[in-house]
T-cell receptor, first 114, second 112 residues
Framework: DVKVTQSSRYLVKRTGEKVFLECVQD?????MFWYRQDPGLGLRLIYFSYDVKMKEKGDIPEGYSVSREKKERFSLILESASTNQTSMYLC?????????????FGEGSWLTVV | QKEVEQNSGPLSVPEGAIASLNCTYSDRGSQSFFWYRQYSGKSPELIMS????GDKEDGRFTAQLNKASQYVSLLIRDSQPSDSATYLC????????????FGQGTRLTINP
């Protein structure tokens, strides 16, 4: 089975802190994604990566950065956390070739910024 | 206009009836579509994918795609209380960067 692992499930951080959310996948997927999910807004794409060291902005990249130094690992960084970044963050991965490639999600990371 | 739109609901259906979930999309470049189910506090899990016009059936679930009308639907037959969840529709382009775009989700409640 495909496994996408988000190392931190529940975090509480203070405003202004630098926050790292880590994601690891074990299926050699080329594509990796970070979404955030808020009530009534669905899943919104923050950043995605289609290869090591490659990244593209999603729909809401402001206040976030990402790092992909190894194929299996994709990190989301909040440079200076703010209360409006309190949310659930979902990491996902998929193969890049073929039609209808399934995207697999991690369990989610619940971040509260106080 | 959002790229993928769903009625947020809530949608209430009696147990044993057919639940019908609908989704429209604006990007004609989208070629594959997915239905995910998400229970409260959990991550989305894939129910079905569809990329050809017509119907695709898997057990109690049928996905329908109409590319001319830019419309995707999910039918759940013989609805069970365990089907109560939020259902997310998503579309993806296959050219260029393959980002998956989600609708806001429809909350479905099956009433015993």
């Amino acid at each position: 089975d495909v496994k996408v692992t988000q190392s931190s499930r529940y975090l509480v951080k203070r405003t202004g802190e630098k926050v790292f959310l880590e994601c690891v996948q074990d299926m050699d997927h080329e594509n990796m994604f970070w979404y955030r999910q808020d009530p009534g807004l669905g899943l919104r794409l923050i950043y995605f990566s289609y290869d090591v060291k490659m990244k593209e902005k999603g729909d809401i990249p402001e206040g976030y950065s990402v790092s992909r130094e190894k194929k299996e690992r994709f990190s989301l960084i909040l440079e200076s956390a703010s209360t409006n970044q309190t949310s659930m963050y979902l990491c996902a991965s998929s193969f890049s070739q073929g039609i209808g490639n399934t995207i697999y999600f991690g369990e989610g990371s619940w971040l509260t910024v106080v | 206009q959002k790229e993928v739109e769903q009625n947020s609901g809530p949608l209430s259906v009696p147990e044993g009836a057919i639940a019908s979930l609908n989704c429209t999309y604006s990007d004609r470049g989208s070629q594959s579509f997915f239905w995910y189910r998400q229970y409260s506090g959990k991550s989305p899990e894939l129910i079905m994918s569809i990329y050809s016009n017509g119907d695709k059936e898997d057990g109690r679930f049928t996905a329908q795609l109409n590319k001319a009308s830019q419309y995707v639907s999910l039918l759940i037959r013989d609805s069970q209380p365990s089907d109560s969840a939020t259902y997310l529709c998503a579309g993806i382009r296959l050219q260029g960067a393959q980002k998956l775009v989600f609708g806001q989700g429809t909350r479905l409640t099956i009433n015993p």
